[in-house]
């Protein structure tokens, strides 16, 4: 019964595909999180959506989407995937300035 | 930008000792939260201590906030070596978003 769950766990792909991230949480919350760790282990968070509706949408590259079909799911899509891409993403969720629940990771390998 | 600096950047102990890290933050907070990074894992929530809270117990782990230093300690007492693994302080204020720290890489030797 994992709480947050995304997929795949590995992804590796060539520079300039469009890659896409699944994440799913069967918690209840209201809000989801995508968050990049870089290989520094400096963890920096991307977007936030509460109930489907996008609220924080950091300094990322438009080719980063994500989408959030309803509070249960959010799915980041990569356009033109680049070698600086590279990274460990991590989807999240909680409920409002309360503690975050973790999916495992999906480790991007641009080539 | 970054809110918390996590010191020191490593640490390395044999089990039994106690390990101590810091965590210091820039702006105000609504709380502050410790968590767990396994290698290759997600991150895992250890505890979470609001602004009008000064200390906290969870089992082995000891936290402490002081708000007019802006900065926060995480004790671990008695440490083992399935501690080993990076901690990182969040801190949570008026917006949806928690921003984690440049975290602090444990190691304990058996």
């Known amino acids: 019964d994992t709480a947050v769950s995304q997929t795949p766990k590995y992804l590796v792909t060539q520079m300039g595909n469009d890659k896409s991230i699944k994440c799913e949480q069967n918690l209840g919350h209201d809000t989801m999180y995508w968050y990049k760790q870089d290989s520094k282990k400096f963890l920096k968070i991307m977007f936030s959506?509460?109930?489907?509706?996008?609220?924080i949408n950091e300094t990322v590259p438009n080719r980063f989407s994500p989408k959030s079909p309803d509070k249960a799911h959010l799915n980041l899509h990569i356009n033109s995937l680049e070698l600086g891409d590279s990274a460990v993403y991590f989807c999240?969720?909680?409920?409002?300035?309360?503690?975050?629940?973790f999916g495992s990771g999906t480790q991007l390998s641009v080539l | 930008s970054q809110q918390g600096e996590e010191d020191p950047q490593a640490l390395s102990i044999q089990e039994g000792e106690n390990a101590t890290m810091n965590c210091s933050y820039k702006t105000s907070i609504n709380n502050l939260q410790w968590y767990r990074q396994n290698s290759g894992r997600g991150l895992v929530h250890l505890i979470l201590i609001r602004s009008n809270e000064r200390e906290k117990h969870s089992g082995r782990l000891r936290v402490t906030l002081d708000t007019s230093k802006k900065s926060s300690s995480l004790l671990i007492t008695a440490s083992r070596a399935a501690d080993t693994a990076s901690y990182f302080c969040a801190t949570a204020s008026n917006t949806d978003k928690l921003i984690f720290g440049t975290g602090t890489r444990l190691q304990v030797f058996p």
């Open positions: 959506y509460n109930n489907k509706e996008l609220i």
């Open positions: 999240a969720s909680s409920q409002v300035n309360e503690k975050l629940f």
